[in-house]
């Protein structure tokens, strides 16, 4: 009997290594050089393009797309929406047996000062073998890279058994209308997708070696908060103790002061454990048992210092816009501040709000919600698709370490998990966490090489989730 099942495993076995021979096939076949090339030329030009958000001006990285899907054959459509926004909607066909899977970017950037960076931020210009402009990490590097995947499927006749569907969206950094508006007007376009791959997972490469592969299953959710302060106006040469500045900048002392009680998740507990193998000790320690460690306040305070982990712990509140007077000698009668709030997934936004009122302690200063609150979702960590992530990730660094991760900002998977598609955070570049910093900062940049090897990891990655169950 024991002969015959392992007569009958080994049959099993040559039929699956039959069937992914074709495969194996394709990926070695492919003239990765002229690919990589044009990659970061493309990246370069996309780079140029001025999708500051506002006013977004996104028509215009539409038609860039709509330009390389049309010379390749892809079938695409520019979505138009609002004035000088639209969205670009491209799909490859496959046989139809497996259900889609989508790459969605976004295509807007957010504001750039010139006076800060390097070079311009417009210029896609490299400077020390790294490619600089806004959108370079977040995330033009990544939609561009999705395009790619595109292009050479479609060139070199990758076998698909999954439709593949390439989604570039407007306004994400602000209101995310460009997804609102597809998901509202078009959902069967995107209804029956199985599998969406976005933005909000990171891979840092750690000071002592190795990298972390994130692959986001989950997002804090924004609770966005205007504060408004009440009080007499008058001549800023007669200071008034109790101006609307004067009990704002009380108030605001106090908010950034208050540290919101820690929580540990079921993911974010399995990070630390396996994020755990990269740490020195007694760190390395701590770490494997993160629920024990974080009753040592040294040790928790310690973590709450670290930008890289307080996020995942608690509730977070950053203060991003003050207004007061236009005029430096005028008290104004009114002064606002506005805060960014992200929630962890089971955070109740009224508790949390309730808490706020009390740490505000200023019955002359209101708290107004200014963003609409989004109950977070997550995807499973145990598809096909996260399988074939991880597998991809290790055989290009095997002293990564790969963990399903909570993304500190929001991402429209969200949004698209409400249509019953699992949705991942990936990118498919390694980076340090000083380059990762440049996001939303002077002189975002990406490494030159990371385009290159990113343009091979996404499409292995790809290529055999379009053809595996």
Known sequence: MRVILVLTWLAASAVALRAQAPLENHLHSIPWAAYQRQ?????????????????????????????????AGIPNTIHPYAPGRANLYARLKGDGSLRPLILLNHTDVVRADPKEWRVSPFSGEIVDNELYGRGAVDMKDEGLIQAMVLLIAAKERLPLKRDLIFLAVADEEVGSTGSAWMIQNHPELLRGGEYLITEGGGNLIQPLGGTIYGIGVAEKSPFWIRLVAKGRGGHGSMPIADSAPNRLARALDRIVNWQTPMKLLPSVEKYFHEAARLQPEPRARKFRNIRKALRDQTFARSLSEDEEYNYMLRDTISLTRLQGSTQTNVIPATATAELDIRLLPGSDPQQFLGELTRVVADDQIAIEPISPHRIPNSSPADTTLYRIIREAALARNPRAVVVPTLNSGYT??????????????????????????????????????????????????????ANEP
Request: glycine share 4%.
């Open 412 to 465: 429209e998977s969200q949004m698209y998990r409400r249509l019953g598609i699992h949705c991942y955070g990936f990118a498919p570049v390694e980076i340090t966490p000083e380059i990762d910093s440049s996001q939303h900062a002077a002189n975002e940049r990406i490494p030159v090489e990371e385009i290159r090897r990113g343009i091979k990891l996404l499409y292995e990655i790809v290529a055999r989730a």
């Open 39 to 71: 990659s970061v030329k493309l990246l370069q030009e996309y780079l140029k393009i001025d999708t500051s958000n506002p006013p977004g001006n996104e028509i215009a990285a539409a038609e860039f797309f709509h330009r390389l899907f049309d010379e």
